[in-house]
């Protein structure tokens, strides 16, 4: 076991055999900054394994707003699970945000997954919703200020990778509150 997807999916339980036959069906993909993997309204053909680079998941309105809903980077799994349990269009886009690598991993393999009630199907569930559970929660209780000031501390490692505009539409604030609170922060410094 010496690939990324290989020691990731080999973490999450998964058995050699599906681990195998992961890696036949999943395709190499060199992308550029803001290519789009998958468009808003569309029916997800695959998932995808990201083994470096950044990727953002937005919603878009029609009015042209954009909405973070999540960033991705090296090591990470986008997986569309509304879309694939329900058998929907996808309720957000998915782009690069800078030169990436990625496997892309055909849906029917999933869908197989969740058919057969696989366990490592049941541990990306799990593992998805704890980490919904914890962004709930971040959302939540955490004042804006506390939320930029968490989201320098875990991921200090995104920062210099991302745009305010960015850091401050997934913080659920607007760029102008962001550098009022980068302002504030600054001064207590």
Aim: hydrophobic share 40%; net charge negative; aromatic share 10%.
């Amino acid at each position: 076991m010496n690939t990324p997807l290989e020691l990731f999916l080999h973490h999450l339980g998964a058995s050699k055999k599906d681990i195998e036959n992961t890696l036949i069906n999943a395709e190499l993909l060199d992308l550029p900054t803001r290519h789009v993997l998958l468009h808003q309204g569309i029916i997800p053909s695959h998932g995808f394994f990201l083994l470096n680079g950044i990727c953002h998941a937005c919603y878009l309105t029609a009015e042209g707003k954009q909405f973070s809903k999540e960033f991705y980077w090296d090591q990470d799994v986008m997986i569309g699970f509304e879309s694939l349990i329900g058998n929907e269009p996808s309720p957000f886009l998915l782009e690069t945000l800078s030169a990436s690598q990625l496997l892309a991993i055909p849906m029917f393999l999933i869908h197989q997954w969740r058919n057969e009630n696989n366990p490592l199907y049941i541990r990306l569930i799990e593992r998805q919703l704890r980490y919904k559970e914890q962004k709930e929660r971040f959302m939540l209780i955490h004042t804006p200020e506390a939320r930029y000031q968490l989201f320098t501390e875990h991921f200090a490692e995104l920062l210099p990778r991302l745009a305010d505009y960015q850091i401050a539409s997934y913080l659920g604030i607007t760029p102008t509150s962001l550098s009022r609170i980068k302002q504030r922060v600054g001064a207590t410094e």
